[in-house]
């Protein structure tokens, strides 16, 4: 499949070269693409960040709904999915952040119409009215802030309208699912314009629950966003956006993959609950006697003020988002009465997140052969979690907690020509973070530990840190349209409280330490052939020290506790290829491609996965023991591939004499076998695959018309996990498997009006 692939690229873009040169006039070539990476307007390919920018129209050509849904289109980047959003993670060229901590912040920074998100989870709600998503990796905390140290990533919605006018999109797919968006924008006056939008979604669950017939992994969903552009004097702007979305659904099911004979959960057999369930890579069906449930409500208000002082624009961005988050979880994920419970062991939980933010910045126009970006930022953010597990047994678990982290930041980063061809970016970050918790043990009896191992009530902690960070680039331009950059980076991650069931008094004296990295970078961005083909690869190398990474060790007892561990050192290494080309007017092509070497350098005493025999010895010194670990050194990160590649076309079909255009699309996006296990358990591993989706249709070819589009997912139906796990208090080899809607086959089609 990858040399077939490669095959493919190799001779699109030979394909891209002759029909370039076979043009005896200029015709029309790729547009220029306008991003905000460093925090101003700028064309991409001026800027010394390796960045893939994805339209609006792009995602909705290529069926792309959610965050969750970008790895098919952006090289290295890649989504480890949990049974809940809070324990999905993002990761950019191997790097990433998986805690069931609520205080840990994640590798990859989401931004949000220049708000950045509290939670990493707050980003998988969906996605409606996008102009924009912009996908920056290595790190970018200089302007981005402490938690961008692997990456980030831009969501722009859209604005305002000098002219009135509106859309409405309906969407149907043969896996019952029903979504509607809808946008009106406008003037209002001479001053003033606005924005409205809103979806509805309602999607059945692709899991089958035996036990009752229902559907899990379904997804019900809704929001709406308004805004309000304003200019009450002359060089003053003001933009109001208010947004608020809901999503409910009956879970995220797992399903087993693996069963091995005799196996049991906490002991007890798994055979009863496996009736009529073939465990496999292709099994979506589970039975479950406890209902599974989750919902998120999320509102967000921001305002953003521009005021041009002239020599440079004073902006205010401020901002206010409550975040609410709560499921039900069947833990044992069997119909037995596990540890003498009736009905098994149930896991529920609640967050309540709020955060404050306010930035101001100065921002010099770029035209001058000086020119910079300097500002302070602010954030006041606070999580409240409550946790119960049981009812009761050596499992029992119940608990409420408090993280509050309050940052203060200055920032700069500056544009000096050295000559006309020759640019540098020089920029830096002062960050002092001041972070607490609060942990409160509601069953501290329920399992008296040793040595007063775990809190037994009130449990408090403080710590504050302060850094600087930095990032220079030297740029050359070879031409108009060909740049060459080399940059480096000193990344950093902040520290955190490791808040969950098994919190100890050593946790909160303790902050795990924070994750900090360097980073070598280097790239091209270039055009040719009068713009229709863009070419821009970049290598790099990074190496983290104190990586942030989550594992859990069995207990005496069979049960799990999940602990986050600072791994000693991490490499990444690697390059990224994007090439589009637009060779004739009617065909656009876009394809990717990224190799990434992940692996840790230094982990010694790692913990031993379950059942692990080989390599894992004794830590406490000669003879029998009950300390066993490893040492990591060598081994790859997990959900870290090291083979991406993504190709797409569109070819538009003119129809003169219709009133209409048609138009076909397709795309292929493959990736190689990945581990999903920290401590490289050899039985979590998901082989590599490809994944081929396509869609045909009419477009109205005036301003103002109707898009039809009859579309494919997963053209071959081929199964694929998103994550593969032993299942808690699981025998050796019992494995479960996040299986993703997108790893089966579904048709759909989409009509969208715009006025």
């Known amino acids: 499949m990858f040399l ?161 006018t509106g859309a409405v999109t309906g969407t149907a797919t043969t896996d019952d699912q029903y979504r509607v968006d809808a946008s009106l924008a406008g003037p209002l006056g001479e001053s003033a314009g606005f924005r409205i939008n809103g979806f509805y979604n309602d999607r059945k669950g692709y899991i089958r629950n035996l036990q009752d017939g229902s559907r899990l992994n379904n997804d019900k969903s809704y929001g709406v966003r308004g805004r309000l552009e304003l200019k009450p004097a002359e060089g003053l702007k003001l933009d109001v956006t208010a947004s608020h979305t809901v999503s409910e659904s009956d879970g995220f099911a797992r399903t087993y993959r693996a069963v091995p004979a005799g196996a049991a959960v906490f002991g007890t057999p798994v055979a009863a609950s496996i009736v009529g369930v073939t465990p496999g890579e292709d099994n979506f069906n589970v039975r479950l006697d406890h209902p599974l449930f989750n919902k998120s409500r999320q509102t967000t208000v921001s305002g953003r003020a521009t005021l041009d002082l002239g020599f440079a624009d004073l902006v205010s961005v401020t901002s206010y988002q409550d975040w609410k988050f709560r499921f039900e979880e069947d833990f044992d994920y069997t119909i037995s009465n596990v540890l003498g419970i009736p009905g098994g062991i149930v896991a529920n939980s609640s967050y309540a997140a709020t955060q404050f933010t306010q930035e101001v910045r100065l921002v010099s126009p770029t035209k001058s052969a000086f020119s910079y970006v300097v500002g302070l930022f602010y954030a006041d953010g606070k999580t409240d979690r409550s946790f119960a597990r049981g009812p009761s047994g050596p499992v029992v678990a119940n608990w409420t907690s408090r993280s509050q982290t309050q940052s203060y930041a200055a920032f700069a980063q500056a544009t000096y020509d050295l000559a006309d061809t020759t640019h540098l970016d020089v920029g830096a970050r002062l960050n002092h973070e001041e972070i607490s918790v609060r942990f409160l043990n509601n069953a501290p009896n329920a399992n008296p530990p040793a040595n007063n191992a775990t809190c037994l009530s009130l449990c408090t902690g403080a710590d504050k840190d302060t850094v600087v960070t930095w990032k220079t680039s030297l740029r050359q331009d070879l031409s108009d349209q060909v740049m060459v950059y080399a940059s480096f980076a000193r990344g950093y991650k902040g520290q955190g409280f490791d808040i969950s069931t098994g919190f100890k008094p050593s946790r909160a ?188 249709g009419i477009d109205q070819n005036d301003r103002g018309g109707l898009r039809v589009a009859l579309f494919v997912n997963n053209l071959f139906d081929k199964r694929y996990a998103t994550n593969i796990s032993v299942a808690p208090g699981g025998s050796v080899g019992l494995l479960h498997q996040a299986l993703d809607r997108n790893s089966r086959r579904y048709f759909g089609i989409r009509a969208r009006y715009e006025f």
């Open 4 to 164: 077939k692939s490669s095959l493919i690229v190799s001779i699109s873009a030979l394909a891209f070269a002759q029909a370039a040169q076979a043009q005896e006039a200029p015709e029309q070539g790729l547009e220029e693409i306008i991003v905000t990476a460093q925090k101003r307007e700028q064309n991409m390919q001026d800027v010394a960040v390796a960045v893939t920018a994805l339209s609006g129209e792009a995602l909705t050509n290529r069926n792309v709904a959610t965050v969750g849904d970008l790895p098919r289109l952006a090289p290295s980047l890649t989504l480890t999915q949990g049974n809940v959003p809070t324990n999905n993670s993002i990761n950019l060229r191997g790097i990433g952040t998986v805690s069931f901590s609520t205080a840990i912040e994640p590798s990859v920074a989401v931004i949000v119409d220049d708000v950045p998100l509290l939670q990493q989870a707050q980003a998988f709600s969906g996605l409606s009215d996008i102009a924009r998503i912009e996908v920056l990796r290595g790190p970018q905390g200089t302007l981005f802030g402490k938690n961008a140290s692997a990456g980030a990533i831009n969501i722009v919605s859209k604005g305002a309208s000098d002219v009135f």
């Open 509 to 696: 004296a303790n902050p795990v330490r924070p994750e900090t990295s360097d980073a070598y970078e280097a790239g091209i961005k270039s055009r040719f052939f009068d713009n229709k083909v863009q070419l821009n690869l970049s290598a790099f190398w990074s190496n983290f020290r104190d990586f942030q990474a989550q594992s859990g060790v069995v207990l005496p007892d069979n049960t799990i506790e999940l602990t986050l561990n600072n791994v000693g050192r991490v490499r990444t290494r690697g390059f990224e290829l994007e090439l589009s080309a637009r060779p004739i007017p009617t065909l656009t092509i876009d394809s990717a491609l990224s190799f990434t070497d992940t692996r840790i350098m230094s982990f010694p005493g790692a913990q031993c996965y379950s059942g692990q025999t080989t390599g894992c010895v004794d830590l406490d010194g000669a003879g029998p023991s009950t300390v066993k670990g490893q040492d990591l050194a060598g081994k790859r990160l997990p959900n870290a591939p090291r083979l991406k590649f993504n190709v797409g076309g569109t070819y538009d079909i003119l129809l003169p004499s219709l009133p209409f255009d048609g138009f076909v699309q397709a795309d292929v996006a493959y990736q190689s076998a990945v581990n999903f296990d920290l401590l490289s358990n050899p039985l979590t591993v998901q082989k590599g695959y490809a994944v081929v989706n396509g869609s045909i």
